[in-house]
T-cell receptor, first 112, second 114 residues
Framework: GENVEQHPSTLSVQEGDSAVIKCTYSDSASNYFPWYKQELGKRPQLIIDIRSNVGEKKDQRIAVTLNKTAKHFSLHITETQPEDSAVYFCAASIDSNYQLIWGAGTKLIIKP | NAGVTQTPKFRILKIGQSMTLQCAQDMNHNYMYWYRQDPGMGLKLIYYSVGAGITDKGEVPNGYNVSRSTTEDFPLRLELAAPSQTSVYFC?????????????FGPGTRLTVL
Protein backbone atom coordinates (compact mmCIF):
# COMPACT_ATOMS: atom_id res chain seq x y z
CA GLY A 1 0.00 0.00 0.00
CA GLU A 2 0.90 3.66 -0.15
CA ASN A 3 3.37 5.11 2.34
CA VAL A 4 4.12 8.81 2.80
CA GLU A 5 7.27 10.03 4.53
CA GLN A 6 7.65 13.65 5.61
CA HIS A 7 10.79 15.60 6.53
CA PRO A 8 11.88 17.33 8.62
CA SER A 9 9.83 16.61 11.73
CA THR A 10 10.68 20.08 13.09
CA LEU A 11 11.78 23.15 11.16
CA SER A 12 12.82 26.43 12.72
CA VAL A 13 13.28 29.48 10.48
CA GLN A 14 13.80 33.18 11.00
CA GLU A 15 10.79 35.37 10.31
CA GLY A 16 10.96 36.56 6.71
CA ASP A 17 12.99 33.57 5.52
CA SER A 18 11.65 30.70 3.41
CA ALA A 19 10.63 27.26 4.64
CA VAL A 20 10.58 24.01 2.65
CA ILE A 21 8.94 20.77 3.76
CA LYS A 22 9.40 17.59 1.71
CA CYS A 23 7.34 14.43 1.32
CA THR A 24 7.97 11.23 -0.57
CA TYR A 25 5.39 8.64 -1.56
CA SER A 26 5.70 5.03 -2.61
CA ASP A 27 2.75 4.29 -4.92
CA SER A 28 3.27 5.68 -8.42
CA ALA A 29 -0.52 5.53 -8.94
CA SER A 30 -1.04 8.33 -6.38
CA ASN A 31 -2.21 11.46 -8.14
CA TYR A 32 -3.62 13.84 -5.53
CA PHE A 33 -1.37 15.56 -2.98
CA PRO A 34 -2.89 17.96 -0.44
CA TRP A 35 -1.21 19.93 2.33
CA TYR A 36 -3.00 20.66 5.59
CA LYS A 37 -2.08 23.16 8.31
CA GLN A 38 -2.92 22.54 11.94
CA GLU A 39 -2.47 25.38 14.40
CA LEU A 40 -2.01 24.48 18.06
CA GLY A 41 -5.23 23.07 19.49
CA LYS A 42 -7.12 23.55 16.25
CA ARG A 43 -8.42 21.34 13.45
CA PRO A 44 -6.41 20.58 10.28
CA GLN A 45 -7.30 22.81 7.33
CA LEU A 46 -6.39 22.47 3.66
CA ILE A 47 -3.96 25.15 2.49
CA ILE A 48 -3.03 23.93 -0.99
CA ASP A 49 -3.23 20.80 -3.11
CA ILE A 50 -1.83 19.57 -6.40
CA ARG A 51 -2.75 16.87 -8.88
CA SER A 52 -0.31 14.77 -10.83
CA ASN A 53 -0.96 16.49 -14.15
CA VAL A 54 0.55 19.70 -12.74
CA GLY A 55 4.17 20.27 -11.71
CA GLU A 56 3.73 23.35 -9.56
CA LYS A 57 0.95 25.36 -7.98
CA LYS A 58 1.15 28.71 -6.17
CA ASP A 59 -1.16 30.61 -3.88
CA GLN A 60 0.33 33.89 -2.66
CA ARG A 61 3.22 32.96 -0.31
CA ILE A 62 2.79 29.21 -0.53
CA ALA A 63 3.63 26.86 -3.38
CA VAL A 64 3.74 23.13 -3.91
CA THR A 65 5.99 21.33 -6.39
CA LEU A 66 5.62 17.76 -7.58
CA ASN A 67 8.25 15.48 -9.09
CA LYS A 68 6.44 12.35 -10.30
CA THR A 69 9.60 10.65 -11.50
CA ALA A 70 11.23 10.89 -8.08
CA LYS A 71 7.90 10.48 -6.28
CA HIS A 72 8.27 13.47 -4.06
CA PHE A 73 6.46 16.75 -3.49
CA SER A 74 7.35 19.80 -1.45
CA LEU A 75 5.67 22.73 0.27
CA HIS A 76 7.39 26.10 -0.03
CA ILE A 77 6.49 29.05 2.18
CA THR A 78 8.16 32.37 1.37
CA GLU A 79 8.47 35.47 3.57
CA THR A 80 7.43 33.51 6.65
CA GLN A 81 5.32 35.26 9.27
CA PRO A 82 4.50 34.39 12.90
CA GLU A 83 1.06 33.10 11.87
CA ASP A 84 2.79 30.43 9.76
CA SER A 85 3.81 28.66 12.98
CA ALA A 86 1.87 25.38 12.96
CA VAL A 87 2.14 21.69 12.14
CA TYR A 88 1.96 20.94 8.42
CA PHE A 89 0.80 17.57 7.07
CA CYS A 90 1.25 16.24 3.59
CA ALA A 91 -0.92 13.46 2.20
CA ALA A 92 -1.38 11.37 -0.92
CA SER A 93 -4.28 9.57 -2.53
CA ILE A 94 -5.23 7.61 -5.59
CA ASP A 95 -8.38 8.90 -7.27
CA SER A 96 -10.20 5.64 -6.77
CA ASN A 97 -9.35 5.57 -3.06
CA TYR A 98 -11.57 6.92 -0.37
CA GLN A 99 -8.64 7.49 1.93
CA LEU A 100 -5.78 9.90 2.29
CA ILE A 101 -2.42 8.50 3.38
CA TRP A 102 -0.91 11.06 5.74
CA GLY A 103 2.63 12.06 6.51
CA ALA A 104 3.70 12.32 10.15
CA GLY A 105 3.74 16.12 10.16
CA THR A 106 6.30 18.93 10.37
CA LYS A 107 6.27 21.43 13.20
CA LEU A 108 7.23 24.80 11.74
CA ILE A 109 8.56 27.36 14.20
CA ILE A 110 8.97 30.98 13.09
CA LYS A 111 11.59 32.79 15.16
CA PRO A 112 11.08 36.55 15.62
CA ASN B 1 -23.70 26.66 7.66
CA ALA B 2 -22.09 25.05 10.72
CA GLY B 3 -19.83 22.71 8.70
CA VAL B 4 -18.68 19.69 10.73
CA THR B 5 -19.64 19.66 14.40
CA GLN B 6 -18.50 17.29 17.14
CA THR B 7 -19.67 16.67 20.69
CA PRO B 8 -18.44 16.53 23.36
CA LYS B 9 -15.32 18.75 23.24
CA PHE B 10 -13.71 16.99 26.19
CA ARG B 11 -14.39 13.77 28.05
CA ILE B 12 -12.73 11.73 30.76
CA LEU B 13 -13.60 8.02 30.88
CA LYS B 14 -12.70 5.31 33.30
CA ILE B 15 -11.22 2.07 31.99
CA GLY B 16 -13.99 -0.22 30.79
CA GLN B 17 -16.59 2.51 30.26
CA SER B 18 -18.23 3.11 26.90
CA MET B 19 -19.22 6.27 25.08
CA THR B 20 -20.35 7.64 21.75
CA LEU B 21 -18.64 10.55 20.03
CA GLN B 22 -21.09 12.49 17.93
CA CYS B 23 -20.33 13.97 14.52
CA ALA B 24 -22.66 15.85 12.19
CA GLN B 25 -22.22 17.81 8.94
CA ASP B 26 -24.62 20.08 7.13
CA MET B 27 -22.82 20.27 3.78
CA ASN B 28 -24.59 17.26 2.24
CA HIS B 29 -21.26 15.44 1.94
CA ASN B 30 -21.38 11.77 1.08
CA TYR B 31 -18.02 10.85 2.58
CA MET B 32 -17.26 10.98 6.29
CA TYR B 33 -14.20 9.91 8.28
CA TRP B 34 -13.05 9.37 11.83
CA TYR B 35 -9.41 9.98 12.72
CA ARG B 36 -7.45 9.83 15.93
CA GLN B 37 -4.43 11.99 16.63
CA ASP B 38 -2.12 11.00 19.47
CA PRO B 39 0.01 13.75 21.08
CA GLY B 40 2.65 15.04 18.65
CA MET B 41 1.65 12.54 16.00
CA GLY B 42 -0.15 12.45 12.67
CA LEU B 43 -3.67 11.39 11.78
CA LYS B 44 -4.71 7.76 11.74
CA LEU B 45 -7.93 6.71 10.04
CA ILE B 46 -10.29 4.68 12.24
CA TYR B 47 -13.38 4.24 10.06
CA TYR B 48 -14.89 5.90 7.04
CA SER B 49 -18.22 5.95 5.22
CA VAL B 50 -19.01 6.61 1.56
CA GLY B 51 -22.72 7.12 2.15
CA ALA B 52 -25.64 6.33 4.42
CA GLY B 53 -25.61 2.66 5.36
CA ILE B 54 -22.04 2.04 4.13
CA THR B 55 -19.03 1.97 6.44
CA ASP B 56 -15.57 0.45 6.27
CA LYS B 57 -12.49 0.03 8.44
CA GLY B 58 -9.49 2.26 8.26
CA GLU B 59 -6.01 1.75 9.65
CA VAL B 60 -6.84 1.44 13.37
CA PRO B 61 -10.44 0.17 13.83
CA ASN B 62 -9.97 -2.12 16.85
CA GLY B 63 -11.98 -1.04 19.88
CA TYR B 64 -14.33 1.18 17.86
CA ASN B 65 -17.60 0.90 15.97
CA VAL B 66 -19.50 3.23 13.68
CA SER B 67 -22.88 3.54 12.04
CA ARG B 68 -24.20 5.83 9.30
CA SER B 69 -27.98 5.86 9.24
CA THR B 70 -28.24 9.34 7.69
CA THR B 71 -26.08 11.48 5.39
CA GLU B 72 -25.59 14.04 8.18
CA ASP B 73 -24.53 11.92 11.16
CA PHE B 74 -21.59 9.59 11.73
CA PRO B 75 -21.24 8.59 15.41
CA LEU B 76 -18.19 6.71 16.73
CA ARG B 77 -18.73 4.22 19.52
CA LEU B 78 -15.99 3.25 21.99
CA GLU B 79 -16.63 0.02 23.84
CA LEU B 80 -14.63 -0.94 26.94
CA ALA B 81 -12.39 2.12 26.95
CA ALA B 82 -8.65 1.53 27.45
CA PRO B 83 -5.81 4.00 28.24
CA SER B 84 -4.47 3.42 24.70
CA GLN B 85 -7.58 5.17 23.39
CA THR B 86 -6.55 8.45 25.02
CA SER B 87 -6.32 10.76 22.02
CA VAL B 88 -7.91 13.62 20.13
CA TYR B 89 -10.62 12.40 17.78
CA PHE B 90 -11.42 14.28 14.59
CA CYS B 91 -14.40 13.73 12.36
CA UNK B 92 -14.13 14.92 8.74
CA UNK B 93 -16.28 14.99 5.64
CA UNK B 94 -15.78 15.51 1.91
CA UNK B 95 -18.12 15.90 -1.03
CA UNK B 96 -16.52 13.03 -2.91
CA UNK B 97 -13.64 10.69 -2.11
CA UNK B 98 -10.38 11.83 -0.55
CA UNK B 99 -8.63 11.55 -3.89
CA UNK B 100 -10.78 14.32 -5.33
CA UNK B 101 -11.79 16.83 -2.71
CA UNK B 102 -10.86 18.74 0.40
CA UNK B 103 -11.67 17.12 3.72
CA UNK B 104 -13.40 19.42 6.20
CA PHE B 105 -12.60 18.66 9.81
CA GLY B 106 -14.62 19.12 12.96
CA PRO B 107 -13.11 20.83 16.04
CA GLY B 108 -12.17 17.53 17.68
CA THR B 109 -12.99 15.65 20.87
CA ARG B 110 -10.22 15.32 23.46
CA LEU B 111 -10.66 11.98 25.24
CA THR B 112 -8.74 10.83 28.28
CA VAL B 113 -9.10 7.27 29.62
CA LEU B 114 -7.92 6.78 33.20
Amino acid sequence: GENVEQHPSTLSVQEGDSAVIKCTYSDSASNYFPWYKQELGKRPQLIIDIRSNVGEKKDQRIAVTLNKTAKHFSLHITETQPEDSAVYFCAASIDSNYQLIWGAGTKLIIKP
Amino acid sequence: NAGVTQTPKFRILKIGQSMTLQCAQDMNHNYMYWYRQDPGMGLKLIYYSVGAGITDKGEVPNGYNVSRSTTEDFPLRLELAAPSQTSVYFCASSLTGAGYNEQFFGPGTRLTVL
